[in-house]
């Protein structure tokens, strides 16, 4: 079917929720996708951060072939192969920095998505806070953030704009500036007891990769932790060492959560998410308390387990820090570009006046080149971890002429 009978059939059957681009994607390996004309594409959006290894690895892709072939799903009810494992082993990667003799075990409730995964940690902060703490029930966000878009992460989304049109929405959300220590100290002062956790994307993606500080979290932990309550990171586009160096960006940043949602990267493309918190704080949930009817699915953790073998056995965490410093001084050395923000393969190029973003991604595809545009000048790049530095040099040679 062409490109375009394509788009009259799903204009007439497909909610309109996205402005997809006018092309057709069919295939794809590595950094690179060609549409249905045969036309190749280097990739530095890799399905918006989730395709960690790129497209179509063949350690992932046969792990979901071959268990495709044995078992799909079966529900929550029973015990499956290889979710004991995974969870080990994110709770391994979890506890990276922490000595050994002092690791105590993470917990993780398999979901299916980044909003399913903030969704169970708003659910485990609050019954948290009634069994074990003060039963204060306010999450305190950050403005500027993104959390999701089912009605309470988009409560806890702090853009006006991205709200308006579904309100009422769920109560129970504060929000204050990014890195403004006084002014989360106020908070916790101005709802004393109230509190029962605070949610972080330890580096804000979707409006335009803006980090925090360490001084900032840092404060964060100090301040929930004094207050009886969580300090809970999103890391469901900054982790699985989309930062480099370390599995999460926490990691960079000098403190330990006491919850952490994970999602995108963590299964290279296939519709995956994990809540995961320390032991003392999981025991919240009982048995019935939540649940999802295909959340770690035996397809979910066949890929999640190949994706994170595949990393481990490729060094790709320090590829990531050693592509994504390339990326940066490649990018801060274009006419045009006035900033470049980021950490690892999760970067930001704000253009300058007059350069319209969204136009630089439609002269993109052009160019053979999938991009993404977060604001008016704002670029935002998400390569797969496979990136090298000669697809970065490729980008640094043709995105001039897009500018």
Request: proline fraction near 5%.
């Amino acid at each position: 079917m062409s490109l375009e009978e394509t788009q009259s059939l799903e204009s007439t059957y497909v909610m309109h929720t996205f402005a997809r681009k006018p092309v057709k994607l069919v295939e794809g390996c590595g950094m690179e996708v060609r549409d249905d004309e045969g036309k190749t594409y280097v990739d530095f959006i890799a399905g918006v951060g989730a395709d960690s290894l790129g497209h179509c690895h063949p350690k992932v892709a046969g792990a979901i072939a071959e268990q495709a072939q044995r078992l799909i799903h079966v529900s929550n009810y029973y015990y499956i192969e290889g979710r004991a494992e995974l969870s080990k082993k994110i709770s391994d990667l979890l506890n990276t920095l922490v000595p050994e003799g002092e690791r105590t075990p993470w917990q993780s409730f398999y979901a299916n998505s980044g909003a399913e995964a903030n969704e169970c940690a708003t659910k485990l902060a609050r019954l948290w806070s009634k069994r074990y703490s003060h039963g204060g029930q306010n999450i305190v966000t950050l403005d500027r953030s993104f959390h999701g878009r089912t009605l309470a992460t988009l409560a806890e989304t702090a853009q006006p704009a991205k709200q308006e049109l579904f309100r009422p929405l769920p109560g129970g959300f504060l929000h204050t500036p990014i890195n403004d220590i006084p002014a989360l100290e106020q908070m916790f002062a101005d709802h004393p007891d109230g509190i029962c956790g605070i949610l972080i994307e330890p580096i804000q993606g979707e409006s335009g990769v803006h980090p925090c500080t360490p001084e900032f979290l840092q404060a964060a932990e100090r301040l929930a932790h004094e207050n009886g309550a969580l300090l809970m990171l999103d890391e469901v586009q900054t982790g699985i060492y989309r930062c480099g160096d370390y599995p999460f960006a926490f990691q960079h940043f000098g403190v330990t959560p006491d919850i952490v949602s994970i999602a995108k990267g963590i299964a290279s493309g296939f519709p995956t998410g994990l809540c995961a918190a320390r032991e003392s704080v999981a025991r919240a949930f009982e048995p019935g308390d939540h649940g999802s009817t295909f959340g770690g699915s035996c397809l979910a953790i066949a890929a999640a387990s190949a994706t994170l073998a595949a990393i481990e056995e490729e060094g790709i965490a320090q590829r990531v820090t050693e592509v994504g410093a390339h990326l940066r001084e490649r990018l801060s050395q274009i006419e045009g570009i006035v900033e470049v923000r980021g950490l690892g393969l999760m970067v930001a190029a704000e253009l300058a006046e007059g350069i319209v973003a969204s136009q630089v991604v439609e002269r993109g595809l052009e160019a053979g080149l999938l991009l993404n545009f977060t604001g008016p000048h704002t670029l935002r790049f998400l390569p797969p971890l496979v990136c090298s530095k000669a697809e970065v040099d490729l980008l640094a040679e043709k995105l001039p002429g897009l500018l």
